[in-house]
Structure formats: C-alpha cells, structure tokens
C-alpha cells in the first residue's frame, strides 16, 4: 500500500520559472526507490516540498492516505526522514554521541532514553566504538554514516536521501547502498535522489524520472533501460566506476 504519496504538485521559486510542474507519484511501503534526472530537474527541490521546506503552488502530499499540508517540518520529520546532501553542516568539534542525540534532546526525551536509542542506531550504523569520538576524526563516509544515524534515532518509516554516493570512492559507494539494502531489509522505505544511473538499476524497485520541472517516467528499472529516449532525455550518467 502506498505510504507516500505526490498529488499533482506544483511549485516555482519566483514568478519567472515553473520548477516543478504537476508531478504525480505514488512509493509504496517497503519500496526502494530512486528519483533521478539531470541536474536542475527539480529533484533536490520535490524532497524539499515533501519535508515541509517550501509550500506546492497546488497539489498535495499525502502520507499513509492523509494530506500532510498543516504538518510542520517537525513533525514531517517523525516520519519522514530527510538527509541533506552535504553531511558538513555538522559542528566537527561534538562528539558522535551528541550529534546522533540531538533531535532527540530537543525533543526532551530523557537522557536514559536518549541514550537507549542512540546506541541502538549507532551499533546498526557501525558507528558504536566511535561513539564518543569528536566528529572531525572521522571520514566522509563516516560522517555520511552520522548523518544518516541521526535522522534514523527518531525512527522515521521513510528515509529520502539526497544524492547519497555523491563523491565516493567505491568502498564507500559500496558500503553506504549495502547498509541502506540493509535498513530496507529492516522495513525502512528508501527514497534515493540521484542521477547515478548504476544505483537506480542496482539497487531499486521503483525509479521516478524527472526531466525540467515534468515526470517523465515512472515505472521499473528494467522498463526505463529499454526506453533510450527517457535515457536521453534525463541524462543520466553512470558512475565513473563502470566508465
Ligand atoms: P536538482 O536537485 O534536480 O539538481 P533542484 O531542485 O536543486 O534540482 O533545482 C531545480 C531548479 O530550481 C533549478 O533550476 C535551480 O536553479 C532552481 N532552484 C533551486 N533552489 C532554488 C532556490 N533556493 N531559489 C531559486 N531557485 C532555486
Ligand atoms: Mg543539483
Ligand atoms: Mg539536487
């Protein structure tokens, strides 16, 4: 059944362009889906939308069947999990602990409790022996790890990550989509912003493609590889690995 659902939504920056332009789709509970395109296709702005950062000039965003539209970013995030791109914003000096602790303590769960579900994630993103290690030790994909286990402590049902491989290595590329395999596994539904198109064959059910504001496909993996014209028309790229 569908757990998140985009109804006909509309949305522009300024009055001169139209960034997104009644895009429909539906992710069902337990998929692991990719939403790809060229860069400036509105992808990074939808997720944007989905989480409450911006209001739709029209059309709606459903979560399990309700219009989320009076819920605040807050809220949203209980549920829906947001990884930016840049995992940088963090402050290098805190220490893994208080990182992942955060949005717990702002939401005044009790230190006890904090600490109950911060080390579940953190031994689940393999970040438990560095736990009390102050963030600028680690590597990128470390640090990736973090972010992600900080969005994870509030056990949201969906996780949108954006560009989630962006600029790694294939240790690190192979590390972070075997650990998100893995939290699918455990019943996380994945959304995956990308325009890596090796990822979205590997690794996911459910491919939305979005090509200047429009979805222009929405359909299995397999289906878009037959379909050399959204190929074009999205401009995807593989990774240099398999250049
Ligand atoms: P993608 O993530 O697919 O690369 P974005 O959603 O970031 O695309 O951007 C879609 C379009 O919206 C681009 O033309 C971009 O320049 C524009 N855009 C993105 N963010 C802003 C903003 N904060 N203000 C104005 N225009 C923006
Ligand atoms: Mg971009
Ligand atoms: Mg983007």
Redesign the pocket.
Known sequence: SPILEVEDLSFS??EE?K?LKNVSFKINKGDMASIV??????????SKLICGFYKPTSGKVLFDGRDIANKTIKERSEKIGFVMQNPNQMISKSMIFDEVAFGLRIRGYSEEEVKERVYKVLEICGLYKFRNWPISALSFGQKKRVTIASILVLNPEVIILDEPTAGQDFKHYSEIMEFLVELNKQGVTIIM?THDMHLMLEYTNKVIV?SE?EKIADDTSINILTNNKVIEKANLKETSLYE
């Open positions: 920056y300024s362009k960034i395109g060229k860069n400036g296709a509105g992808k990074s702005t939808i912003i979005l504001g």
